[in-house]
């Protein structure tokens, strides 16, 4: 089964600290999203990316194809980037053409 | 409209009814995702559209489940003879197409249903 593996499951930081979420995935993609999930709250899709790397504001993403594994970063976190973060990837090949998901990293920034 | 709509935003029903979810996408995007958040669990595929058609069927937990899209736009998904496991958030997506590069997915706020 394709999978797609996150961590850490639960992430505790003060306000102003560098975050790092990691993804693994087991198979080729032909792209890694990041996605936003506040509590209560709808999803947000933060990069879409299938090389390199993306940067919007203080949110930074990396994807190795190589190695088979993302990180997105937080620079100077704050209390509002609490939330659950979401990794998904689009399979290459065959089957179903929706996102496979990780089990999301539940962040809380403390003040 | 401005994003993905879906109605209704909270569903209640009783163990055995059936029951239709509906998804209206970003005006112009051809490919429809309909996704499932049980609690305590992550997110799951079910089906997706690409125009009219559902290439793959696969992901639908059931037969009690089935989905449609008329006209290139609002998609229902129906679900017959409702378990209490089918208690979820029922989220929808759209993109501007399927492939890789336009598949930035943009999700609707989701469907609460509590089965009893």
């Known amino acids: 089964k394709n999978e797609v593996e996150q961590s850490p499951q639960n992430l505790t930081a003060q306000e102003g600290e560098f975050i790092t979420i990691n993804c693994s995935y087991s198979v080729g993609i032909s792209a890694l999203h990041w996605l936003q999930q506040h509590p209560g709250g709808g999803i947000v899709s933060l990069f879409m990316?299938?090389?390199g790397k993306k940067k919007h504001g203080r949110l930074i993403a990396t994807i190795n194809i190589q190695e088979k594994h993302s990180s997105l970063h937080i620079t100077a976190s704050h209390p509002r980037d609490s939330a659950v973060y979401i990794c998904?990837?689009?399979?290459?090949?065959?089957?179903?053409?929706?996102?496979?998901f990780g089990k999301g990293t539940h962040l809380i920034i403390q003040p | 409209g401005a994003g993905v709509s879906q109605s209704p935003s909270n569903k209640v029903t009783e163990k055995g009814k059936d029951v239709e979810l509906r998804c209206d996408p970003i005006?112009?995007?051809?490919?429809l995702y309909w996704y499932r958040q049980s609690l305590g669990q992550g997110l799951e595929f079910l089906i997706y559209f690409q125009g009219n058609s559902a290439p793959d069927k696969s992901g639908l937990p059931s037969d009690r489940f089935s989905a449609e899209r008329t006209g290139g736009s609002v998609s229902t998904l129906t679900i017959q003879r409702t378990q209490q496991e089918d208690s979820a958030v029922y989220l929808c997506a759209s993109s501007l197409g399927a492939g890789p590069y336009y598949n930035e997915q943009f999700f609707g706020p989701g469907t609460r249903l509590t089965v009893l």
């Open positions: 990316l299938s090389s």
């Open positions: 005006s112009g995007h051809t490919a």
């Open positions: 998904a990837v689009h399979y290459s090949g065959g089957g179903a053409d929706g996102l496979t």
